[in-house]
């Protein structure tokens, strides 16, 4: 349980910052296209290095596995807008269902993927070690350096796009590189929670605190806090209703937002 609770509580730092772009730039979508994304990359990866006799995969395969797909994902989705008039959640929608189409038919081609799919989906926070735990920390660590050193960049593109091309800053490549970072999120936050439920990591925090301020900083720090805090209560939760953990993370996190959407003041 401590060990689950310091794996989620990471995942959910991490979640909640990067999951303050994901809600600026309105990208729920597309970051639900990436959750869906890394699927047929696990797939491979187990198909490539379970043994026959159902031995369990390579960890190291399947993370690689997950981040290559993940960024195919993101730069297909890219190449859709680019190449087309489509908006940015059309496009995500189309890469979205490929992938997932893709992964589920890889999936279904090896023998004994159901429960390492239901892992996938779902998570298995009680089953994280504490190898695990080290490597989200220091994943997580290096990508939150990266926020920091673009932060300003972020910043703009995410409030005037128009503005920061015109100052010369690289917009497509600053985008493509945001969408990186999420990316990395989903693929350090899968194995905790899921890829299903990882997105609600990235938004319910996020869209939590972005109801309480509009400074960036404060907002970051809010939805960091409580993206952590829904790890150990959500944890205790699913221990006292016999429910899984990582759903009821997910669902602690929501009903955060639940709680600050009705004591916040009336909007006029």
């Not at 991490?14 to 809600?23: I, P, Q, S």
């Not at 187990?46 to 026959?52: I, K, Q, W």
């Not at 890469?95 to 279904?108: D, E, N, P, Q």
Request: glycine share 8%; with cysteine.
């Amino acid at each position: 349980m401590r060990t689950g609770a310091l794996a989620a509580a990471t995942v959910g730092v991490l979640c909640g910052v990067v999951g303050c772009y994901v809600v600026m730039r309105g990208m729920a979508l597309m970051a639900d296209s990436l959750a869906h994304g890394v699927l047929p990359g696990v797939a491979i990866a187990f198909a490539l290095t379970a043994g026959a006799a159902g031995s369990d995969p390579d960890e190291a395969a399947l993370w690689i596995g997950a981040l290559a797909a993940g960024l195919l994902t993101a730069l297909g989705t890219n190449l859709v807008i680019r190449r087309s008039s489509v908006r940015e959640d059309t496009a995500a929608g189309v890469v979205f269902v490929f992938m997932l189409a893709l992964g589920v038919a890889i999936a279904s081609r090896v023998e004994g993927y159901s429960v390492d799919l239901t892992s996938f989906l779902f998570g298995d926070v009680l089953g994280v070690s504490d190898a695990d735990v080290l490597v989200s920390a220091i994943l997580t660590a290096a990508v939150l350096a990266l926020v920091a050193l673009l932060y300003r960049p972020f910043l703009l593109i995410s409030f005037d796009a128009q503005r920061a091309a015109a100052l010369g800053m690289p917009v497509d490549r600053l985008h493509l590189a945001m969408l990186a970072i999420v990316t990395l999120a989903v693929v350090i936050g899968f194995r905790v929670v899921g890829a299903l439920l990882v997105l609600g990591l990235l938004i319910a925090p996020a869209a939590t605190a972005a109801l309480l301020t509009k400074r960036l900083p404060t907002m970051m720090a809010l939805s960091a806090a409580i993206a952590a805090l829904a790890a150990p209560i959500g944890l205790l939760a699913s221990w006292h209703l016999d429910v899984a953990a990582g759903p009821a993370i997910v669902l602690v996190a929501v009903l955060a937002f639940a709680a600050a959407l009705l004591l916040r003041p009336a909007q006029s």
